[in-house]
């Protein structure tokens, strides 16, 4: 057992043996190969910037392989932990290699070094190169945080690694990007990290990282490499400069020092550095090559994460698109003035131009050939309204090429159009004048007329008379030599258009014509003058108003013989007169007058009756005086009428009758088969179509017929001298007979009276008078020799009816035949001894009255 256990233990000893022994002889091999590879040699390190570590190296020029290859080691911190390991193959005919390593944690973080070797396939790779260091900030003695990187400008998508350097006493709990939280790493002792896989672009603001102190930042941008730019090509305006531009497919996100750069290059000429503000439509210009048709431009971007371009070669003479720099624009009333102003070097060029309104979508070309100077391009737009704003624009281009762009458009107002409708009024008495009246109409509601021009020219002479007038109406001394007058109205902007009006140097008076409105107004026509050139005017006015008259006027075309005004310009019972002329070279003549009355009204004034007309018995010819031709009437005068009433009380309520004068101008009428002495009521009234006004009242009395009571009075006593004529021979005889062979004479009293007041009443001799007539009482009462009956009446209620024995009154007896029968009683203030007396008196005067019948009469 123990020779087998010593056995065992010898034979694992010499097999470790045996083991050591080639390992040596192998690592005495590999140390005697490597001895004859040259070992590489770091000449350089160096940080372009925060992320790139630039290295340079040797290689002995001895070996025979074309292409090398070399192992390249990066560490970090003092321990020198391996953050990448590459191979990189190298031209062995380079004296120098150059490496440049990017690193994603920012070199100031922390230490960097680099190693290299040589690997060769022929023969074991060479020994590792010394470490070469470059140091980061950590070892600076400072007591700040510091955070990397700053202010940088990071490429969108890319892994970037964030560190934050702190003091020894300094804790780190968290860090973040933007607003997120992310886990941290630790480098070192003194230096944490965070990793941000794929960033995104920031806004010009860029992004911040910071600590959980929230005391320190660092503020950096996130972009992207630039990219080609496409649709590049260049133009020119003047052949002076040439402006190329081009489209961006991404924006650019940055601005500022960090913002892209533009350059372009152009052949057989130096770069030009463009400063593109504007990247929505960016353009760079350069100064044309004199003599030089072919130009061959490229466009280099760059930014801090790399460049692009892009190459463009034009004909310039098919690259020419001019753009007028100035467009003018003179307004008028119904047309304006265009002017494009064009400046370049177009020599040889045929030139087009080109304007375009708004509204209306009006084009006027005009072509001419250009030249080294200045030119201009006049355009008149027509038939235009007035104050109304319109737009312009224009263009140019060269023949055979496409149009240059337009202008920006311009906005102008036509002028506001000031219409002078202007007449006049001449009169000759009391005195010559022309009275010049005018009606201004504006396109602008919003015109200030500052005044007016008035000017006078005179026939057969070069006089012309101007003055300034700011109403709207001026009265001038006529003259027979006084031919043309001009009204302009001063606006703003100048003058408006002339109104002109010519003075005729005489005029005939037309007859007048009347006319009536209806509910529409007046619808006035009349015949064609043959004279009449230009048109026709028609003129109005109220008549008979105490205002002065307010003058209107209508023109009307010379082709048409009618007008139509509205009930808007007239009122009703107002006449109106219309005067037409007609207007020719020699100005305007009176053609026809009429005058009329929208509508008629009633008249409003009385008629003046004469107060002595003829009177008869049997009729009245009343007289009166009237205006009917006055134009304060509210209507024409048409007639009269005339309505008579009896006023007698034998005449009925019914007794009256109307009697109508037709013609206005007649100012008498006689009234006939009227009754003798009779009271009339006269009443006289004006009418129109609209009826009749007030009346005029006035009383008549018809005169008595004194030639028919004459012969009823002769007629009887002719009849009674005849018998006494033929009796007067047999008055012997008849004396002889007895008394009662003439009883037939005696006649009673009453009988008398009846007969006597029937005669009366048909020769109208006893009238009713202005007294009160007593009751009448018949008696039967037989007569006494020594009292005889007797008429009395009284004036006052007290009279009593007369018996045998009265007291006799102070009445006064009516002797008259024709009145015998009745009695006048007047009551006299009398004594009472007067008053017997008077009785007495008239007691004995009737005496020898006898009656059968008493007749009393009382108040």
């Known amino acids: 057992m123990l020779r087998e256990l010593t056995s065992t233990t010898m034979i694992l000893h010499w097999t470790k043996m045996l083991t050591v022994f080639i390992l040596f002889e192998n690592v005495k091999g590999w140390n005697s190969s490597s001895d004859t590879v040259t070992v590489p040699d ?39 932990d391996i953050v990448d390991s590459m191979n990189v193959s190298k031209r062995s005919l380079e004296a120098v290699h150059t490496l440049v390593w990017t690193s994603q944690l920012p070199l100031n973080c922390v230490d960097h070094s680099v190693r290299i070797r040589f690997i060769s396939e022929a023969s074991p790779p060479s020994s590792w190169s010394s470490w070469k260091t470059i140091y980061g900030e950590m070892n600076l003695a400072h007591n700040q945080i510091r955070l990397f990187p700053d202010e940088q400008v990071l490429r969108e998508g890319s892994t970037v690694m964030f560190c934050c350097i702190f003091p020894t006493e300094t804790h780190i709990t968290s860090l973040f990007f933007g607003k997120t939280l992310y886990e941290v790493i630790n480098i070192s002792p003194r230096v944490k990290a965070i990793r941000v896989e794929n960033i995104n672009a920031t806004n010009s603001f860029g992004v911040i990282f ?61 770069a030009v550095g463009c400063d593109v503000e504007n990247t ?85 070309d005009l072509d001419k050939n250009g030249s080294d100077s200045m030119q201009y391009y006049a355009f008149k737009l027509q038939h235009l309204k007035p104050s109304t704003q319109y737009s312009i624009r224009g263009r140019c281009a060269v023949q055979g090429n496409d149009w240059g762009r337009w202008t920006t458009q311009r906005l102008f107002i036509t002028e506001p159009l000031v219409t002078i409708d202007l007449w006049r009024q001449i009169r000759d008495h009391p005195n010559r004048t022309v009275t010049l009246l005018w009606k201004t109409v504006s396109s602008d509601s919003e015109l200030y007329i500052e005044a007016y021009n008035v000017c006078v020219s005179y026939r057969n002479t070069e006089r012309n008379v101007c ?40 005029y005939i008076m037309p007859r007048e014509k009347r006319i009536m409105g209806n509910e529409k107004g007046f619808q006035l026509t009349w015949t064609r003058d043959s ?100 134009p304060s009437h509210t209507g024409f005068i048409t007639r009269y009428v005339i309505m008579v009433q009896d006023d007698s009380e034998a005449a009925s309520n019914l007794s009256y009758f109307i009697q109508s004068v037709d013609d206005p101008c007649s100012k008498s009428w006689m009234v006939s088969g009227l009754e003798e002495d009779r009271s009339y009521t006269f009443q006289l009234a004006a009418c129109t179509s609209a009826g009749c006004g007030p009346e005029t009242t006035a009383v008549f009395r018809t005169r008595k017929n004194f030639y028919l009571l004459t012969v009823k009075v ?123 007396t008077e009785a007495t008196k008239q007691e004995s005067e009737i005496s020898g009255f006898s009656s059968d019948y008493v007749t009393s009469v009382g108040t």
């Open 531 to 630: 004279t009449t050139t230009c048109d026709y005017i028609v003129e109005w006015c109220m008549l008979g108003v105490a205002l002065p008259c307010n003058l209107q006027w209508r023109k009307v075309p010379a082709n048409q013989s009618s007008l139509n005004l509205n009930t808007g310009y007239f009122k009703a019972g107002v006449l109106y007169e219309f005067e037409i002329y007609g207007c020719s070279a020699d100005g305007h003549r009176r053609h026809e007058k009429q005058i009329g009355y929208f509508k008629e009204q009633k008249p409003t004034q009385r008629p003046t009756l004469d107060s002595s007309p003829n009177i008869t018995w049997s009729s009245v010819n009343l007289k009166w005086s009237f205006n009917e031709k006055d």
């Open 210 to 270: 910071y600590h959980d102190r929230n005391s320190e930042a660092a503020h950096n941008f996130v972009t992207f490499p630039p990219e080609k730019p496409f649709d590049f090509r260049c133009e020119t305006e003047d052949m002076r400069l040439v402006y190329c531009s081009w489209k961006i497919q991404r924006a650019p996100n940055l601005t500022g020092d960090r913002r892209r750069k533009y350059t372009l290059l152009i052949s057989d000429s130096k």
């Open 714 to 836: 002769l007629v009887p006593l002719v009849v009674l001298v005849g018998c006494c004529v033929c009796l007067w021979s047999y008055r012997n005889l008849i004396r002889g007979f007895p008394e009662e062979a003439f009883g037939f004479l005696h006649v009673k009293a009453l009988d008398l009276d009846e007969d006597l007041y029937e005669a009366s009443e048909k020769i109208h001799t006893l009238m009713i008078e202005d007294c009160k007539w007593c009751d009448v009482e018949i008696l039967d009462v037989r007569p006494i020799t020594t009292e005889k009956p007797w008429l009395t009446g009284a004036e006052d209620q007290s009279c009593s009816f007369i018996t045998p024995e009265v007291t006799p009154p102070s009445c006064h007896l009516t002797t008259d035949l024709t009145n015998f029968t009745y009695v006048s009683c007047v009551q006299q203030d009398l004594p009472s001894e007067e008053l017997q």
């Open 42 to 80: 770091i000449i350089n390190l160096q940080a372009l910037d925060m992320w790139r570590l630039e290295m340079e190296w040797m290689m002995n020029q001895n070996e025979e392989e074309r292409n090398q290859t070399y192992e390249i080691q990066v560490g970090r911190t003092k321990n020198m």
């Open 280 to 364: 929505d439509h960016p353009s760079c210009g350069f100064d044309v090559i004199q003599q030089q048709i072919t130009y061959n431009t490229t466009l280099l971007v760059t930014n801090s994460l790399g460049q692009a371009s892009e190459t463009y070669i034009f004909n310039i003479t098919d690259r020419v698109f001019p753009v007028p720099e100035h467009l003018e624009v003179t307004a008028g009333v119904f047309d304006s003035l265009v002017i494009l102003q064009l400046d370049g070097c177009f020599k040889g060029l045929l030139l087009i131009c080109q304007i375009e309104l708004e509204p209306g979508g009006i084009k006027q």
């Open 467 to 506: 003055m300034t007038i700011t109403q709207t109406q001026v009265e001038l001394t006529r003259d027979l030599n006084m031919s043309d007058i001009t009204v302009r109205a001063v606006i703003q902007s100048g003058l408006s258009e002339p109104a002109h009006i010519t003075i005729p140097s005489a």
